[in-house]
């Protein structure tokens, strides 16, 4: 493996589900197969892990889609590009209320996205406070949140202050009353219900589209001064969602996410049967045709971008004819090759 530019490489990751290519790829050996050392590193958030990644402290990580246009525009404050080879999951995220106030305005099992929406809004129209959060400013967790809320009312969709947590502060957050719901990945959604502190209402799935939600992402430099060692980290991982499609028995999958503490709560095909196997099928399906990152879904994201973080207008125009090169990078050996 000596035309590798570099082996000893730093991959950062937020605990959460879709993750698990990464743990995988390194519990099966498919890094090593690729030539490459690779050290998982745990972030604290996704400021952290973008900062830690921008600035040279990761070699690549599991990224948030949205923070690829935010960094290729400078709408980050950070201005330094990233580029992904690979989609590690693709919209994902679920919308949760707090148990009290699900029944405070009687949000019922498997309702309608826009109801639950019409619901909410209403209570908040009649001078209540509602606190809600996401995992960070760009992301399609964020927008998820805001275009449910627009299906009932625009104006306030816009307007509503929402809380920005890291993923695994979810739980806690809700459980001390500091949060009232959250959009975020899983398993948090499913620990906060086990727990009794939620319930989910609705999945990001029927609000917006099925677009890339986390990708693996390198900056530009870093891309153009590794290509060899990005194309073997992409192999790598894709090597490890093809044996995820296909793999029959999870427990040993289940034990790698309890050993780094993504799952916290007892669940298996013997308690709580419905959400092990529906854990299962996401991870099944986390993408669900290609992995190869696609143009449409950061020109959906850039529009998002300017929807709701009010991203001026002529950035569309002046970044778009590059954005998607900068983005995506030319990396179809990777996909080739397996």
Known sequence: MSHLEKT?????????????????????????????????????????LRDRLAFGLLDAAHCLSAMLPAAATGADQIGISFQTP???????????????????INIQPQEHPE??????????????????????????????????????????????????LAPPYMVEALKNHLIDGFCVGEPWNTQAELQGFSHIVCASQDIIPNVADKVLAV??????????????????????QQELRELKDFAPVWQLLSEFEIIQFDCSSEIHVEKYFNIQ???????????????????????????WNHAPTHLTKAHQPGLNCVLLGHYHSAYQAL
């Open 8 to 48: 000893e490489l730093q991959l950062g990751y937020i605990p959460l589900l879709d993750c698990i290519a990464l743990l995988w790829a390194k519990h099966r050996g498919f890094f090593t197969e690729a030539g490459l050392n690779v050290t998982l590193v745990k972030e604290a958030s996704w400021a952290s």
């Open 115 to 164: 109801v639950c929406a019409q619901k909410l809004v209403q209570y908040i129209d009649q001078n209540n406070t509602v606190s809600l959060a996401h995992v960070f400013q760009h992301s399609i967790h964020h927008y998820c949140l805001r275009e449910w809320l627009a299906l009932a009312n625009p104006a306030l969709a816009q307007s509503i202050q929402i809380k920005t």
């Open 219 to 240: 900056t530009e430099e870093w891309a153009q001064l590794h290509p060899h060692t990005l194309i073997a980290l992409t192999h790598a991982l894709l090597k490890a």
């Open 86 to 104: 690979l989609v590690l999951s693709e919209n994902r995220a679920f919308i949760s209320l707090s148990q009290k106030l699900c029944h405070d």
């Open 281 to 307: 099928n996401i991870i099944r399906n986390f993408v669900k045709d290609n992995a190869e990152p696609k143009a449409t879904d950061f020109e959906w994201l850039f529009q998002q971008m300017q929807k």
